[in-house]
T-cell receptor, first 114, second 114 residues
Framework: NAGVTQTPKFQVLKTGQSMTLQCAQD?????MSWYRQDPGMGLRLIHY???????DQGEVPNGYNVSRSTTEDFPLRLLSAAPSQTSVYFC?????????????FGPGTRLTVL | DQQVKQNSPSLSVQEGRISILNCDYT??????FLWYKKYPAEGPTFLIS?????DKNEDGRFTVFLNKSAKHLSLHIVPSQPGDSAVYFC?????????????FGKGTHLIIQP
């Protein structure tokens, strides 16, 4: 199993550009989520999904869009990048209600917005 | 307002001694608590967890203690080893399933000195 994979590892954008951060998991996990980590801060929840076709907002959803068309994939879209979105982005997945919520994290995408 | 607080940004411990990392929370709805370990340029990895019905959970060198009345938990690492040097995040959830994501503290950088 590859676990949780994220692409790209690094990305530089100009203000106003849009892009999609990819996240995939091969563990057949129901739950997936996106977090961002800023310097000196913990991880903050952006959006999450409890299954294909179901998404909801987390603590810091503004400026981001998500969709979940398959169990495996959970892409995060930046609609119009802003310097405040410079951060490291982590995708995570977990089994669901049957397990205590150990979340498996991907390696992260480091995004810089100029 | 931070719901999960790790008040020590860093902690230095000699190899072989006990490392104690502390975490406080304010949300009474939190029912499940986790510790994650993070190395630079990697995603967080799950270390150990505890549900609110317990006051202690052990896994090898790692023990987590929960004091619900004080809204406080701690992670003990005995004995500390050089590979334990990392950032440790305390996280909490109001649901067993974790469907609505985790709330993280800002992390404590543990440095194990030889």
């Amino acid at each position: 199993n590859a676990g949780v994979t994220q692409t790209p590892k690094f990305q530089v954008l100009k203000t106003g550009q849009s892009m999609t951060l990819q996240c995939a998991q091969d563990m057949n996990h129901e739950y997936m989520s996106w977090y961002r980590q800023d310097p000196g801060m913990g991880l903050r929840l952006i959006h999450y999904s409890v299954g294909a076709g179901i998404t909801d907002q987390g603590e810091v959803p503004n400026g981001y869009n998500v969709s979940r068309s398959t169990t495996e994939d959970f892409p995060l879209r930046l609609l119009s990048a802003a310097p405040s979105q410079t951060s490291v982005y982590f995708c995570a997945s977990s089994y669901g209600a049957a397990s205590y919520n150990e979340q498996f994290f991907g390696p992260g995408t480091r995004l810089t917005v100029l | 307002d931070q719901q999960v607080k790790q008040n020590s940004p860093s902690l230095s411990v000699q190899e072989g001694r006990i490392s104690i990392l502390n975490c406080d929370y304010t949300n009474s709805m939190f029912d499940y608590f986790l510790w994650y370990k993070k190395y630079p340029a990697e995603g967080p990895t799950f270390l150990i967890s505890i549900s609110s019905i317990k006051d202690k959970n052990e896994d090898g060198r790692f023990t987590v203690f929960l004091n619900k009345s004080a809204k406080h938990l701690s992670l003990h690492i005995v004995p500390s080893q050089p590979g334990d040097s990392a950032v440790y995040f305390c996280a909490a959830s109001a649901s067993v399933s974790g469907a609505d994501g985790l709330t993280f503290g800002k992390g404590t950088h543990l440095i194990i000195q030889p």
